[in-house]
């Protein structure tokens, strides 16, 4: 098998049936592969009982699946798991299962590193290496539900590692398949992506009309300091990413989630919380304030006093906002974390 066969996982149902009929198979395979890959979430196809020896040889054959394989888990006290995916080419990615009582929710990777730089993020210390394709982005999730039988995958969050709109076609179609009625059928209002703040896609994004939520990591109330900590601000401003989320949630009429590290002496007093809250008042959004988790000694999270005055001065100025609850603190938590400790 080579690498110019296609991921299996990464076909929706019709470009499934066209690669299957062209080989000579019957059209009506397609939906039960369709539906072994997706619904079922097989990791094999020896799992997949009508599908007939020959076909299942031949898949084999010419065809990459599975996507990924697990190769660590660490599960943390308050039930949040931690995977670690290998895939074709020896690259290792994270995926973070986090189950509510309500719902279970699945944070994806959506490329093998990220080129973005952020200064406080593990990811970002290792540069891109390569990019997720839309087969290997679902089979995190489709891996989870495999492995996970206390219910279904409720919602799924592109906030692991990677920057999602810097991977573009990918994203798209992955959200596409993983909200296909066939498949694992997830509501796209369960579904968000979340940036650093490139511009050009936000605005792409929004004539997309899929009714995701759309999250944006700020992190700062200023230039200056968005600068030093996210070097995309260099290329695009906040006078030029707030009012492209603005519109975002103008069009989409969908409300728009800021996040927000906290990182102690650095943008966590009354006073930047007062210029968050003058700078994002027009726009219909939700604030989520995430402690910074800390990847190295130069960022550590304020007191749970200081946290909760900076969400008091937000929701005082009328901003709906939130403190993240940290889950998983146990058991390298934030993304990217894992995957370094493994690779040393
Ligand atoms: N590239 C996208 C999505 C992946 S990162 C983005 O940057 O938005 C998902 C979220 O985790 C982002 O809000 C990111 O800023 C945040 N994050 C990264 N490292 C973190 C850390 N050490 N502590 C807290 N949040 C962190
Ligand atoms: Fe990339 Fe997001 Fe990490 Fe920044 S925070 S380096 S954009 S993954």
Same mark, same amino acid.
């Given at each position: 098998m080579s690498s110019n066969e296609p991921h299996l996982a990464g076909f929706f149902q019709l470009e499934l049936r066209q690669w299957l009929t062209k080989a000579g198979w019957p059209a009506f395979r397609a939906q039960q592969v369709f539906h072994w890959i997706h619904r079922r979430a097989i990791c094999e196809f020896r799992e997949a009982g009508n599908l007939p020896g020959s076909l299942r040889a031949w898949l *084999?054959?010419?065809?990459? &699946?599975?996507?990924?394989?697990?190769?660590?888990?660490? =599960?943390?006290?308050?039930?949040?798991?931690?995977?670690? &995916?290998?895939?074709?080419?020896?690259? =290792? @990615?994270?995926?973070?299962?986090i189950p509510d009582e309500?719902? =279970?929710?699945?944070?994806?990777?959506?490329?093998?590193?990220?080129?973005?730089?952020?200064? &406080?993020?593990?990811?970002?210390q290792m540069g891109l290496h390569r990019q997720l394709n839309p087969a290997e982005i679902i089979?995190?999730?489709?891996?989870? *539900?495999?492995?996970?039988?206390?219910?279904?995958?409720?919602h799924v969050v592109f906030m692991g590692m990677g920057e999602p709109l810097a991977n573009y076609a990918a994203a798209i179609k992955a959200l596409q398949l993983l909200h296909d009625? *066939?498949?694992?059928?997830?509501?796209y209002r369960r579904m968000t992506v979340s940036t650093c703040g490139l511009v050009p896609e936000i605005r792409q994004l929004a004539g997309e009309g899929l009714p995701i939520t759309l999250a944006v990591s700020l992190h700062a109330p200023d230039d200056q300091r968005r600068s030093? @900590?996210?070097? @995309?601000?260099?290329?695009?401003?906040?006078?030029?990413?707030?009012?492209?989320?603005a519109s975002y949630a103008e069009d989409t009429s969908r409300r728009l989630t800021f996040e927000y590290a906290l990182v102690k002496g650095f943008n966590d007093t009354k006073n930047d919380a007062r210029l968050l809250a003058e700078r994002i008042r027009d726009i219909h959004?939700?604030?989520?304030? @995430?402690?910074?988790?800390?990847?190295?000694? =130069?960022?550590?999270?304020?007191?749970?006093?200081d946290i909760d005055r900076f969400l008091s001065i937000l929701v005082d100025r009328g901003i709906q906002a939130s403190v993240r609850r940290e889950r998983g603190a146990d058991i390298d938590g934030a993304c990217g974390q894992l995957r370094q400790r493994e690779e040393g």
């Amino acid at each position: 098998m080579s690498s110019n066969e296609p991921h299996l996982a990464g076909f929706f149902q019709l470009e499934l049936r066209q690669w299957l009929t062209k080989a000579g198979w019957p059209a009506f395979r397609a939906q039960q592969v369709f539906h072994w890959i997706h619904r079922r979430a097989i990791c094999e196809f020896r799992e997949a009982g009508n599908l007939p020896g020959s076909l299942r040889a031949w898949l *084999q054959e010419h065809a990459i &699946f599975p996507s990924l394989y697990e190769r660590r888990r660490q =599960t943390s006290q308050d039930g949040t798991v931690k995977y670690l &995916f290998g895939l074709g080419d020896g690259e =290792t @990615i994270e995926a973070v299962m986090i189950p509510d009582e309500h719902r =279970t929710t699945v944070c994806v990777s959506t490329q093998v590193g990220c080129a973005m730089g952020c200064t &406080f993020c593990a990811t970002g210390q290792m540069g891109l290496h390569r990019q997720l394709n839309p087969a290997e982005i679902i089979s995190q999730v489709l891996h989870v *539900q495999h492995s996970h039988t206390a219910g279904p995958v409720t919602h799924v969050v592109f906030m692991g590692m990677g920057e999602p709109l810097a991977n573009y076609a990918a994203a798209i179609k992955a959200l596409q398949l993983l909200h296909d009625p *066939q498949g694992l059928n997830i509501s796209y209002r369960r579904m968000t992506v979340s940036t650093c703040g490139l511009v050009p896609e936000i605005r792409q994004l929004a004539g997309e009309g899929l009714p995701i939520t759309l999250a944006v990591s700020l992190h700062a109330p200023d230039d200056q300091r968005r600068s030093a @900590i996210m070097p @995309i601000n260099r290329r695009y401003p906040l006078a030029e990413l707030l009012p492209a989320c603005a519109s975002y949630a103008e069009d989409t009429s969908r409300r728009l989630t800021f996040e927000y590290a906290l990182v102690k002496g650095f943008n966590d007093t009354k006073n930047d919380a007062r210029l968050l809250a003058e700078r994002i008042r027009d726009i219909h959004c939700h604030v989520n304030l @995430i402690p910074v988790n800390s990847v190295h000694d =130069t960022y550590q999270a304020p007191t749970a006093g200081d946290i909760d005055r900076f969400l008091s001065i937000l929701v005082d100025r009328g901003i709906q906002a939130s403190v993240r609850r940290e889950r998983g603190a146990d058991i390298d938590g934030a993304c990217g974390q894992l995957r370094q400790r493994e690779e040393g």
